[in-house]
């Protein structure tokens, strides 16, 4: 049997937050840098989604459908390219219309809601982003990707309940341990959830470390790769990574594309390795054992573990004021509160607030549009002071137009 290639990018864009100052709090409720977000978008589109799209497309038509390659598009992301970049959305139906391509299910605003105590919210936000994406593209999803792979036994067994038997994370070397990544496994819990794990040093290889002249194996040639992916033990290797890594993370200039241009067809070429989506990995390959995860892992950092977006007090106080007020929301029907709680959920503003060093500090400080974590954390604060504000008023609301009915 052939060995298994498993391709999958995530494509995501926060909605970011305008500089919002402690006067405007009570007095200003648009929260949102309406024109960073569509002027990054734009870039990005210019810079990787649409010459990637089209590169894909090309790999798939020359090699006849056997090249295979799955997504993951947050509902953030896909309303910033409805608002910004329509073309974008029709580059992706293009791709999904091959049939070579999977997209995956995950969290609506790929938000941290499956670490809430309460797994309303997330199972809303799930059952939201699965919608999107037959509404944009025509498929519904079969397979799971938490927000930042981020997974546990228990939280895979909700996500079994809600329909999905894989589900993708990390290969994280904690939980492995002398087991291989390039295995498929199943959940401790759940035996008939299958997972496949990420292997975080070929992917790396790609993601961070391909224009960098210090690395031992630069220059990364498409043949190289393909030699390394040929010694590798085990039934399947899991290439995850950001889909930004194309010509946004790793600049054009370093060949980044020409690289991935050569890929497919080194990769088929071999006659030993062929590519699958998620789901086909699912049906090819059987389980061999279970994989227990009792705390969370997620694809971030050193550790492996969600320290990236809780690790200290001010992304806890964040997260726990924000998910603190589920229980009022649920009192009030008010779609544009319900908008505002889903894109103050998103990871990235807890990851704004990560006060780690070394080499972690050095990838969180790339990502991060804040001088310093404590600003980021001032500026959420902020926002969240004026939102809170909002749902204490929509629910005084409601109560008095409860009295009012009772009276009569």
Known sequence: MKKSICLYFQVHQPTRLRLYRFFDIGKDSHYYDDYANRNI??????????PMNELLLQAIKDSKGAFKVAFSISGSAIEQFDRYAPEVIDSFKALADTGCVEFLSETYYHSLSSLAVNFQEFEHQVSKHKMAIESHFGVTPVTFRNTELIYSDKIGEEVYKLGFKTMLTEGARHIVGWKSSNFIYNNSLQPKQKLLLRNYSLSDDIAFRFSDKGWGGWPLTAEKFTEWLKASEGDIINLFMDYETFGEHQDASCGIFDFMKALPAAVLGTGTMEFVTPARAARKHKSTGSLSVPEAISWADEERDVSAWLGNELQQEAFNKLYGLTEKLGIVNDPQLWNDFGHLQESDHLYYMCTKFFSDGEIHKRFNPYDTPYEAFINYMNVL????????????????????????
């Open 385 to 408: 002071s004026d939102f809170i504000i909002r749902v204490d008023d929509a629910v005084a609301e409601c109560t008095v137009k409860a009295a009012d009915v009772v009276a009569r």
């Open 41 to 50: 978008l734009k870039r990005i589109v210019s810079r990787c989604y649409l």
